[in-house]
């Protein structure tokens, strides 16, 4: 079982963390993240440049939200910090993307563009034509923002068409003309 929760997380330079009652806000050079504990059995305790998360009780649930609170209070001090981005690239005829002020408009072979919203505080950027980068200090609504663009056109694993995340690699499947051409047909 993980042992997560146990660890303590490091605050860096710059970033300041107030706990008041079972409200943690993290500020940084980046934004401001709150985080509301829901149970009542997990504490935090700021100490120096740490912050240590404890629990009261040893039942699975409450060491699942342990672990949990934890990961939720690391991902705000880097958001807040550094940030999240995530990349995708657009691959097929005629795909492209351009920045319409903080939209994102897509033409993926409909008959239409397609105009994307930022969700919370996110930046849509195009750096190229068929490189679109997501940046925020929420990781949730980073990961949501790139999945939602991904959907419009998900990666056929026959032509290796759509959207996919740059580092994400498509297995192609062989068509149905490769599969019978070796063989002799009645």
Do not use: W
């Amino acid at each position: 079982m993980s042992r997560i929760g146990n660890k303590p997380v490091n605050i860096p330079q710059g970033v300041e963390v107030n706990i008041k009652d079972k409200v943690i806000s993290v500020k940084g050079p980046k934004g401001q993240l709150e985080e509301t504990i829901m149970s009542n059995d997990i504490s935090c305790i700021l100490e120096e440049d740490n912050i240590i998360i404890s629990r009261t009780k040893d039942e699975i649930q409450i060491k699942a939200f342990h672990g949990l609170y934890r990961s939720l209070i690391q991902n705000m001090v880097i958001g807040v910090s550094t940030g999240f981005e995530k990349k995708l690239r657009l691959i097929g005829t005629g795909y492209r993307a351009q920045n319409k002020g903080k939209s994102l408009e897509l033409n993926l072979g409909f008959s239409h563009p397609i105009t994307i919203e930022p969700i919370g505080e996110n930046k849509l950027l195009a750096e190229e034509q068929t490189l679109v980068t997501v940046e925020g200090i929420n990781k949730e609504h980073v990961g949501r923002q790139a999945a939602k663009i991904r959907i419009l056109r998900k990666p056929n694993p026959y032509t290796g068409k759509g959207i996919k995340y740059n580092d994400e690699q498509i297995r192609r499947k062989t068509g149905k003309s490769a599969v019978g051409a070796g063989e002799g047909a009645p």
